[in-house]
């Protein structure tokens, strides 16, 4: 991260010694715990190695050995979640070139120890797996006869698997041609490789299809083929299809996991557990007899509860576990897995805890239960009644075993720690967890802070901190979300903070993500709402100073609200001398706008008239809009008299009669009481209908102004 911040701000990189410690320890630590590779790391780390062979070009190998190149692209196999894989693909291909072009260097004795003999292997699954089937398959049969032809099928196996994952069937007849073309049979193993992906992918027509395919030899399917077969039957319920396939599982002497399977399949056919207990004691009996060792066991029972879970039915599922008590068998952790699993499911938290508490006692393989335990967390998190305590205690777990914490989970403990005040807390948790989260699942992160801080039930003291923890976490955020969240400042009307925001984007060390001249009327307009003197001054400042925004005629235009909203309207007329002289001219809007500011502009009257009598000149189309503010800049200076007349003339001059915007801004912009009231008498005796409109709307209090009435003049620049 510290190379990329030096590269992007054009700073001295930082010690050789420490970004090549950095990349060695990344992928050691994906050795030690195969965690995804997600696309924002594998970004990170190619750049840093191609930074390396830059940098460090006079160093043998730029200080990387092939044994450590290796256990990178062995590394990018482990997946990531994220939609785009171009960059772990060019990272691959990469890494998979540098090995290739030392093995050339090597002599042929050499090569029989050669330390990147998997490289091949490795950048074929990273392409399988990233859709790339069909290159996968090209770097097969380029390397086959070098260095895939003594590791049998596993190279075309992963490719197979890239063909169905990519639902591509023409490309998976073509391999098996290939593969013939290369004498790989399509045996029994290469049968049972498809036949197996297509079960764990639910695909019953093609299992169907292809579980009658010729195997070379006239081989029949494996028994491992016919459970993955009977198993998907059971979950599509074509147990009647699947029913010879079990009569010829269990013609001979089945093994352990045939048994296993023909349990369940009694249980998909609607046998109880008092049926499937004697089915075990028939197992052992036969068993028994003809010396077999295998024996129901915890296993059986978890394929059972298994089942139970798949079809969302808890009270299966505990029965099934009260058979592996009656039985004398000894729950392991695949059943504490399975009892939290569907125990989480139905929302039995208590009982969930339980199951946990129980797990903790057994060694769990490959850290199976880390997803399960998110879920907890994110459940728990979002229970009525939370337990924090023991929450605390599932993420203290999953804290001291440095596991995997899933985005949804760290947005659900955000939300916990934000309406428990714990911001340190909150700080450490994002810190430690969302460096390794790709883009998107930081986007979702971050958007559930989004979420916090735009609702109006949290007070603006907690979404400031909210605020403030975003911004030093998520420094990638879009400008659109920025906008949202200054908007939400006014709205608010907090213009100190929503101004801090806007700084915020003023300061980001990344280019793209500064303000433009659209955010910077965005901003000043929403100032204009509030009237705020130091935010329209310290935005102006930034403007001043800020070299890639020329400002235009819809900037100035939001200078000049700004500045009058703040009670300076002799500096936001200003502003109009700016835009008259430019080459862009005024809108409808500027002339709208300075009529506004001459309102309450000493000798605003004369700068009104000066303005009009342009208009008049150049026969501009004078809009109701503009005659409106023309008289509130007549009557704001105490020209109510000459502004009274102009309402009189205004359906002659315009055509159109006088509406409740020109009776309510010729009230509203009256300075004193004395003369709105006799406004409001005159406009009750002239227009009794509009003014009655007029006082429909209802009256609010204005700083300076007193009871004015709900006259809309938005801020629109």
Known sequence: ??????????????????????????????????????EFQASIAMRTFKHLKEINADQDGYGLSTEELTNALKALTYGGRDQDHRVRIEFAILLFEEIQSRKKSMEEGEIRSFAGKKATIYLTQVLAQ?????????????????????????????????????????????????????NVPFGAGIHQSIVCLYAQNRNMKAVKDWYT??????????????????????????????????????????????????????????????????????????????????????????????????????????????LAHKMGMELNAETYLLQLDYRIKVGDLDGARAAYTSLQGHEIPKQRDIPLVNKLILASCQAKNQDHEAIMRYVEDLNERKARFEPETVAALCILHLNRDEIHDLIDLLQTHTFHFGLDQRAAVRDVLVDYCIDRKNSTTKVWEAYTIFIQIFNETPNEIRLKLMKEFFG?????????????MRQNIIRDR?????????????????????????????????????PDTRLYNALMLAYTASGEP???????????????????????????????????????????????????????????????????????????????????????????????????????????????????????????????????RVRDRGLIYRIERDCAA
């Open 1 to 38: 991260m510290d190379l990329l911040k030096s590269m992007r701000n054009k700073e001295r990189f930082p010690p050789t010694s420490e970004t090549l410690q950095a990349f060695k320890a990344f992928f050691a630590a994906r050795r030690k715990n195969p965690t995804p590779v997600e």
């Open 130 to 182: 990233c859709r790339e089937a069909l290159k996968a398959r090209e770097l097969v049969e380029q390397y086959w006869r070098g260095d895939l032809e003594e590791e049998g099928s596993q190279a075309w196996k992963l490719v197979i698997k890239g063909f169905i994952r990519e639902k591509k069937k023409e490309g998976l007849a073509q391999t098996l041609e290939i593969m013939q073309n290369y």
């Open 213 to 322: 395919h010729p195997i070379a030899g006239n081989a029949t399917p494996t028994s491992r083929t016919k459970v993955a077969v009977l198993k998907c039957c059971i979950q599509h319920k074509e147990l009647e299809w699947g029913q010879p396939i079990l009569e010829s599982l269990l013609e001979d002497a089945p093994d352990k996991p045939s048994w296993d399977t023909t349990f369940q399949w009694a249980a998909a056919k609607g046998r109880g557990v008092d049926e499937i207990e004697r089915m075990m004691q028939v197992m052992i009996k036969k068993n028994e007899e003809s010396r077999n060792p295998d024996r129901p066991d915890i296993n059986s029972i978890n394929g059972l509860i298994s089942l139970a879970n798949s079809a969302n039915d808890p009270y299966f599922a505990e029965r099934y576990i009260g």
């Open 492 to 504: 608010r009307r907090r213009c100190d903070m929503a101004t801090h925001v806007f700084g915020h």
């Open 514 to 550: 500064r303000p433009d001249k659209e955010m910077y009327t965005k901003c000043l307009e929403g100032i204009a709402t509030l009237g705020d003197l130091e935010s329209t001054e310290t935005v102006h400042n930034m403007l001043k100073l800020d070299s890639t925004v020329e």
């Open 570 to 700: 002799r500096r936001s007329l200003l502003f109009w001398d700016d835009i008259v002289y430019s080459r862009e001219g005024p809108t409808y809007n500027s002339i709208r706008i300075a009529l506004r500011a001459c309102e309450t502009a000493e000798f605003g009257e004369t700068k009104a008239r000066e303005i009009w009598d342009r208009l008049q000149r150049l026969e501009v189309e004078i809009t109701k809009d503009l005659y409106a503010a023309y008289v509130g800049a007549l009557t704001g200076r105490g020209k109510t008299r000459e502004a009274i007349r102009l309402v009189e003339e205004m359906e002659e001059k315009l055509g159109e009669g006088v509406d409740v915007v020109t009776l309510g801004t010729l009230y509203n912009a009256t300075p004193s009481d004395q003369g709105r009231e006799e406004v409001a008498e005159w406009a009750g005796q002239m227009y009794k209908e509009v003014w009655e409109g007029v006082v429909a709307l209802g009256r609010k």
